[in-house]
């Protein structure tokens, strides 16, 4: 018989104002909550019924409102429910009628159900988003909860590999992308943190010589209604609300809070095997989108703190990333948010870095993008987060938004100039040599005036957002109809060349071209100073049959293919071959930029050269040759100018690479002189695996197929 008892009340102890989110000590759990608007706050803890208990928080301390709780465990499901001004005149949102999401959880469960619970608006008439009285519509079981984890994890032996820039190869991948149809890994498995970190994930990526793998977002974010209503999902996650909790959708434990040990356990995997673990991070935006976006969390614990509005009319956000608002990185509260997130995953998540999604919008101090804003001077005197990589994607949206190469020293960044002067050198587009050489080289132009080392131009040819490696040698124009949009979401200028054919063909010298031109653009990024970045997916030949945005594709078209391993099993054995060259050849992975002088005084052997097809130094005249498809550069091993890390001095071989991107074949006149007078040939493109047993003596000539790249190693 049920007692008609009413359940016991909670002890309340007054808590402490920090650490700020739900922490478990082990006995209870201590609760703490930012809002500088709030004029009272209730804890919610939410039953597995789905009834909540609300406990008003009487304890508040510079605007931080706390309690603690003896009795609350881990797995306990809670979020809060702010009052205070609703007046979006004033750039206040709050609506009690919201259970809110704690910006600190550390895990999240249940889903979102879309619904007018959700939004504190008239869905029905648009214009009351910027106005008018909410509809006070319950959203408790419409929204996630928050939920109470155990903190506590056996790390055993764990350690950080802490690789060097200049010997790190990242690997760009997906969770559920790289995992849901692996035959080697268990159904159970597939799609999960656990599948990733499974054997047969870090066998392949050990393969290709990989040190650091770079995971596109995992914090906690929601599909959008509008994707759903259309059948879709937000595949990417770049939709964040979460910045402390791993995605749980990604957790094959499937209890609440069981992402976050499954997380752990597929890091310390990784490391056991030398690998870092990077996180793609998006402090740049939050879910809640524009004025008429859902609340369910910052908007109601405190807008006017958390977002940028616009100055002339606070009802409306600033969108420096497209999405619909931009994080207040002005605000201390919000930095703190971010910096607290960022030494979270490094000391408890034992990351090892991260790619900052947007990052020109961390920077906008007030609308320009600054240099020394106070994101940036607070990750440069962080003991924790200075310590490990940190990536920027060097652009947004906004205004001047384009910033590559003007991060600060700390910093290394996606190199899209890199990326759009390969493109266009491989598909034959008129371009100088000079870019293509300055690219090749580590981009000195934009690295080394703010002290910074090759390392910190982060090559790459492919990343996620873009055409695959496949796509990009197999389309001229993207593919995008089945993402709803008529086809004009994505990029339309993609630097891309077909081969002479739309997409699939059965045409064999196409076929020839564009598997040739893949291994060029393979062994161009891996034989380029700079840290070279793979997408998951291009040593086998991935392809998005043309799409080249599929954010909302969830499915087969942007899952990887494991069958392509065998079918594509030259390109992946290829991709092997390189990236166990620069493995192996400390002269394609310097730690400083070449000089171009003389290695020693009063001797002419430097440590680069560039020639011409004909064996010649290249001149004035042919740098400023208007189009440029030939050359070649010799790079002297023994002229390498930094100790290793026992303070020995580096030496290696000598190489030659001789690049032909003309349409037709060429002879290379290999140079006289004190280069070398015997080359062999140690890799070739116009062979499907790169082998060759080629051996030429110096004056000699060797020809180069159409489109083709030979890498010649000093053996006399």
């Excluded at 009285?133 to 802490?162: C, E, Y």
């Excluded at 490391?271 to 991070?281: M, N, Q, S």
């Excluded at 991935?542 to 599929?550: D, L, Y």
């Excluded at 991709?575 to 192996?584: I, S, W, Y």
Aim: net charge negative; hydrophobic share 35%; charged share 20%.
């Amino acid at each position: 018989m049920a007692s008609s008892e009413p359940a016991p009340v909670p002890t309340v102890w007054p808590g402490s104002s920090y650490p700020l989110g739900a922490t478990y000590d082990g006995a209870g759990t201590n609760f703490s909550l930012f809002s500088e608007v709030a004029e009272r706050v209730e804890l919610c803890l939410i039953a597995k019924d789905g009834t909540e208990e609300r406990i008003n928080l009487e304890e508040v301390d510079g605007y931080v409102w706390h309690a603690y709780l003896p009795t609350v465990t881990p797995g306990q499901r809670y979020g809060y429910r702010v009052y205070g001004p609703w007046d979006p005149a004033s750039g206040h949102r709050c609506d009690p009628s919201k259970l809110l999401l704690d910006p600190y959880g550390k895990s999240f469960h249940g889903d979102f159900h879309f619904s007018q619970a959700l939004f504190s608006y008239d869905m029905a008439a648009d214009d009351l988003a910027t106005g008018g009285t909410p509809p006070m519509v319950d959203s408790l079981g419409h929204t996630m909860t928050s939920v109470v984890i155990n903190p506590f994890f056996q790390w055993a032996s764990d350690r950080a590999p802490k690789t060097p820039y200049h010997e790190t190869v990242i690997y760009e991948a997906h969770v559920k992308g790289m995992t849901q149809t692996h035959p080697g890994i268990p159904e159970e498995l597939r799609g999960t943190y656990a599948g990733l970190g499974h054997p047969a994930i870090i066998e392949h990526l050990k393969a290709l010589n990989v040190t650091a793998i770079e995971l596109m977002p995992v914090h906690q974010f929601m599909h959008d209604h509008r994707l759903l209503d259309l059948g879709l999902r937000n595949y990417w996650g770049y939709n964040t609300f979460g910045f402390f909790a791993p995605h749980y959708q990604y957790a094959a434990n499937k209890h609440a809070g069981g992402a976050v040990a499954e997380f752990k356990t597929m890091v310390r995997s990784f490391h056991e095997a030398g690998i870092e673990v990077i996180l793609d991070v998006v402090y740049n935006h939050t879910a809640e989108g524009n004025h008429l976006g859902p609340t369910i969390n910052f908007r109601g614990i405190d807008n006017a703190a958390y977002y940028r509005l616009v100055d002339e009319d606070l009802r409306y956000y600033k969108d420096f990333t497209g999405t619909g608002n931009s994080l207040n990185a002005r605000h201390p509260h919000t930095l703190q948010l971010i910096m607290d997130s960022l030494r979270y995953w490094v000391m408890e998540m034992h990351v090892d870095g991260f790619r900052f999604d947007l990052a020109a919008t961390l920077a906008r101090e007030f609308y320009d993008v600054d240099r020394l804003s106070a994101f940036f001077d607070l990750v440069q005197q962080d003991p924790v987060v200075s310590q490990v990589k940190l990536i920027a994607e060097p652009w947004d949206i906004g205004e001047g938004g384009y910033q590559v190469g003007n991060f600060p020293g700390l910093w290394t960044e996606w190199n899209g100039k890199y990326r759009d002067t390969m493109r266009d050198y491989w598909r034959g587009e008129p371009s100088t040599l000079g870019e293509f050489a300055s690219r090749l080289t580590g981009s000195s132009d934009l690295y080394e005036a703010t002290g910074r080392r090759p390392g910190a131009s982060i090559n790459f040819i492919t990343a996620h957002d873009g055409f695959t490696l496949a796509d990009l040698v197999s389309y001229n124009e993207k593919h995008n109809e089945a993402n709803g949009e008529d086809n004009r979401d994505g990029e339309s200028h993609n630097r891309s060349w077909n081969c002479g054919v739309e997409g699939p063909t059965d045409d064999r010298e196409i076929l020839a071209l564009r598997a040739r031109q893949m291994r060029n653009f393979m062994a161009t990024l891996m034989l380029s100073q700079g840290t070279p970045m793979i997408l998951h997916g291009d040593e086998i030949g991935r392809t998005q049959h043309g799409n080249n945005n599929v954010y909302c594709q969830d499915s087969e078209l942007s899952w990887m293919d494991w069958s392509l391993v065998e079918r594509n099993a030259e390109l992946l054995e290829f991709t092997k071959k390189v990236t166990a060259l620069r493995r192996d050849h400390p002269v394609f992975r310097r730690r400083r930029f070449f000089a171009g002088t003389p290695i020693r005084s009063g001797e002419q052997a430097r440590d680069i050269a560039w020639l011409t097809p004909a064996g010649k130094e290249m001149t004035p005249e042919d740098w400023d040759a208007a189009f440029g498809k030939s050359i070649a550069v010799f790079l002297n091993g023994d002229a390498i100018p930094e100790p290793n890390a026992r303070g020995e001095r580096v030496t290696d071989d000598s190489f030659l690479l001789c690049f032909n991107a003309h349409d037709q074949p060429l002879d290379f006149v290999v140079p006289d002189g004190d280069y070398a007078k015997e080359w062999t040939a140690t890799l070739d493109t116009a062979d499907p695996t790169g082998s060759t047993d080629l051996v030429i003596v110096a004056g000699e000539k060797v020809s180069l197929q159409a489109r083709s790249l030979l890498v010649l190693h000093k053996t006399a």
